[in-house]
């Protein structure tokens, strides 16, 4: 069959000249404009077509509600991701349209609009990132990554100018930002892209431009948002309109892979596919996940046991119409059932730590790397359980012999084993008395660490320092970074609630009882007490305790922080400030 192809709904822009022309002419010989008319006429019915053109096209919108009119305190003092936006949902095949003027702090460059892009809103069941663009040509991705749709940075674009010829356009861009008028659309194309188009008017007319795209689901609806940061904004429109690309060449599916599907199976039982999830790409290089429910399978016979194949394959294009079959296949190894099972080798972290300071888990989530169980089958064979066939319990975090409960889920019930754990009283050390950063706070971000230190399992290491600050900055505190010999993070951990990292990524619980509205003004003068615990089941704490300088005692705690326990070191950073450690 023959393929739709892309038309652009911008195309029709090309006509409006002829359009506007032919509205004009009043009477059959009339001529469309006496050369000789006055530049006061001709100026006129320029700026009413324009209008005329401009209420065309607001026939094919639908205004939208703006409830928050001011997003952000209006002094610009707003913290990251703490002020929001509406939330705005654009279905697929439909173009969203949001304006605004933008104020700034003028810090920095990212100190102006960001715009969100995700799956739902935020807080709500199943919530996903797509990406998250700023002003200044900068992005991240998020979850929705996982489901096939990266974020990609080299797809922003930029024409911001040298006015000034100095060599730097971020001055420039800082100085346009300042009260511009800003213009952005999130197009949905139903080919599966989101496009943004963000142009932004300064003061003295200059315009700039931001342009980003990326991959996204052909039948879900976007939700889109702004983010203040150290910014604010006055919401003028929003709208939703027609996509620009109503249609688009259908893509045939070149080939298909699958992870995630059982390794072995016991007789009876029917689930080949468990939680797997098939990718298949397309002519074009995009990509679609799929279920159990969109693919074909070929099963063989899973009543006797031995090694088995199993076919899986896929016949849609994108659009979803019937289309060259794409095909693969996977091994499950079909065993007898299980009647037993027992640890037959220990885990290589035998050993977990509690320090007895109020800073301890109820309990320990259970390390099991390395551990060993093997089955029993009803014929009387044995054999290794397959790791992904475990669940394990906690470990109550209490000196003495514990143990955790070691659960295989078979077809007809579950079989349980004990593998146990030894917890024992950790050890405290102290950290080394030295000076870090610059006693004028000149020092700059990631210029001014403390020594680094060696955090074994069951060691609490204590940070003891008094923290001189400027006080124009939540972040001009320290940072306690956790990370490998070789310097590869694990995370950084702000004093104020915040952080990043692979780890950070991965879940941290993170807790305090700052007063917000005093953090940064009473930074100056503050008595810290940071402390690094390895609990020896590849996880950590940071726990920050604070008398800051107005004399008010609050606490900063990061709990469940994912780490290799044998290979665990800690510093300090810290910008604008200066630490003495005692």
Known sequence: MEKPTFISRLAGALCIAAVAASGFIGCEKAELFNVNAPEDILDQIDSIQAEKDRMAALDSVTNLTIATSIVG????????????????????????????????????????????????ERDTEGYAEYFVIRSDAYGWGGAMADKGYPYVASNISIDYPDLDGDGDIWNDFRSIMQGATVSIEVDHYASGYVYVGATATG??????????????????????????????????????GESAVTEFEDQDAVSITASGMPTSLEIGNPNIWGDAVATVTFQDGRTAQL????????????????????????????????????????????????????????????????????????????????????????????????????????????EG?????????????????????????????????????????????????????AVAPGVKLEFNLTLYSDNLGNWHSPCTILRREDLSEYCVLRQDNYGWGTS????????????????????????????????????????YD????????HFQDYAGIAVESANLHTALVTEESYLVIE
Not at 311 to 328: F, H, M, Q, R, S
């Open 73 to 120: 305190p209006e002094d610009c003092s707003a913290g990251w991701w703490a002020y929001f936006s509406d939330y705005f949902t654009v279905p697929a095949g439909k173009r969203l349209h949001l304006k605004f003027i933008n104020h700034s702090s003028g810090a920095n460059n990212w100190n102006n609009w960001n715009l969100a892009v995700a799956n739902a």
């Open 203 to 240: 003061t003295d007319g200059t315009v700039i431009h931001e342009y980003y795209h990326q991959g996204c689901s052909r039948t879900e609806s976007l939700v889109a948002w702004l983010v203040a940061d150290a910014s604010s904004f006055e919401m003028k429109e929003a709208w939703l």
């Open 291 to 398: 279920d159990s429910a969109d693919l074909v399978f070929t099963v063989p016979d899973l009543t006797t046991t031995g090694t088995k194949t199993i076919v899986y394959a896929y016949d849609k294009t994108l659009g979803g119409e019937k289309g060259p079959v794409v095909a693969n296949y996977y091994t499950v190894e079909v065993t007898n059932p299980i009647v037993a099972i027992e640890v037959t080798a220990l885990p290589a972290n035998g050993t977990y730590y509690i320090f007895g300071d109020g800073n301890d888990p109820a309990e320990f989530t259970f390390c099991p790397g390395g551990i060993e169980v093997t089955a029993t089958y009803a014929d009387g064979t044995s054999g290794p359980v397959p790791f992904e066939k475990l669940s394990f319990g906690t470990v109550p975090a209490a």
């Open 401 to 453: 012999q514990q143990a955790a409960t070691v659960t295989y889920h078979g077809t007809s019930k579950d079989f349980t084993a004990e593998c146990p754990v030894t917890v024992a009283k950790g050890t405290v050390l102290k950290a080394d008395a030295e000076n870090v950063g610059a006693e004028d706070f000149s020092n700059g971000w990631w210029s001014t660490f403390s020594k680094q230190y």
């Open 504 to 543: 950070w990524d991965a879940g941290i619980a993170a807790t305090s009882n700052w007063n917000w509205d005093t953090f940064a003004s009473n930074l100056n003068g503050s008595k810290i007490v940071i402390s690094v615990y390895n609990y020896g089941n590849d996880s950590a704490c940071v726990h």
């Open 546 to 553: 604070v008398t800051d300088g107005a004399g008010e005692s």
